[in-house]
């Protein structure tokens, strides 16, 4: 069965904190993303890759990095927190190589509370 | 203009009933699009793609209309296990082949016993 996994489900940080969030797919998925879901706005990109080390900006990179060192796990970084980063953050991977061309595999969520 | 337009509802329709609703896209050269619901406090999962033809999956129907730029989801015999949020999502494809995919804000339905 399709596994995404998201480290954790419930983060609550202070304002200037230094955020991972760990994302781990275990379908040998090409194509990793990081989306973040606000009421209102729906789900906007913030981050994706389509290989090792690679990395691309979605549309609101702002803030964030990432880091896919293994073709499995993808990390979301938030250098400095800040409380308009409070959000549900979510992990998603896909096995063709783009967005769509195949499904997109969601994790859980992590929502993330900065204080 | 949203790139991407669902009405939010909440849509409250009893068990057994029919239920539509439609959600707008604002480019016409739109490629891709499909249908995802999201139960609450879980992840989006896909429901269903929209051919250019229509589609049908069980109880559930898909439709697209690129004159009027819009794409529909229709439920019947609607069961209490289908309250969820259904989030419309479009993929355009620019001239330089990247892919960007918009999700809507999604359709809130709620079946009602």
């Known amino acids: 069965d399709v596994k995404v996994t998201q480290s954790s489900r419930y983060l609550v940080k202070r304002t200037g904190e230094k955020v991972f969030l760990e994302c781990v797919q275990d379908?040998?998925?090409?194509?990793m993303f990081w989306y973040r879901q606000d009421p209102g706005l729906g789900l906007r990109l913030i981050y994706f890759s389509y290989d090792v080390k690679m990395k691309e900006k979605g549309d609101i990179p702002e803030g964030y990095s990432v880091s896919r060192e293994k073709k499995e796990r993808f990390s979301l970084i938030l250098e400095s927190a800040s409380t308009n980063q409070t959000s549900m953050y979510l992990c998603?991977?896909?096995?063709?190589?783009?967005?769509?061309?195949?499904?997109?595999?969601f994790g859980e969520g992590s929502r993330l509370t900065v204080l | 203009r949203k790139e991407v337009e669902q009405d939010p509802g909440p849509f409250n329709v009893p068990e057994g009933a029919t239920v539509a609703f439609n959600c707008t896209y604002s480019n016409s050269a739109s490629q891709s699009f499909f249908w995802y619901r999201q139960d609450c406090r879980k992840e989006p999962k896909l429901l269903m793609s929209?051919?250019?033809s229509g589609n049908e999956d069980g109880r559930f129907t898909a439709q697209l209309n690129r004159a009027s730029q819009y794409i529909s989801l229709l439920i019947r015999d609607s069961k209490l296990s289908d309250s969820a949020t259904y989030l419309c999502?479009?993929?355009?494809?620019?001239?330089?082949?990247?892919?960007?995919?918009?999700f809507g804000t999604g359709t809130r339905l709620t079946i009602i016993p």
């Open positions: 929209v051919y250019s």
């Open positions: 999502v479009v993929l355009d494809i620019s001239n330089f082949g990247n892919e960007k995919l918009t």
């Open positions: 379908m040998d998925h090409e194509n």
């Open positions: 998603a991977s896909s096995f063709e190589r783009g967005q769509v061309g195949g499904e997109l595999f």
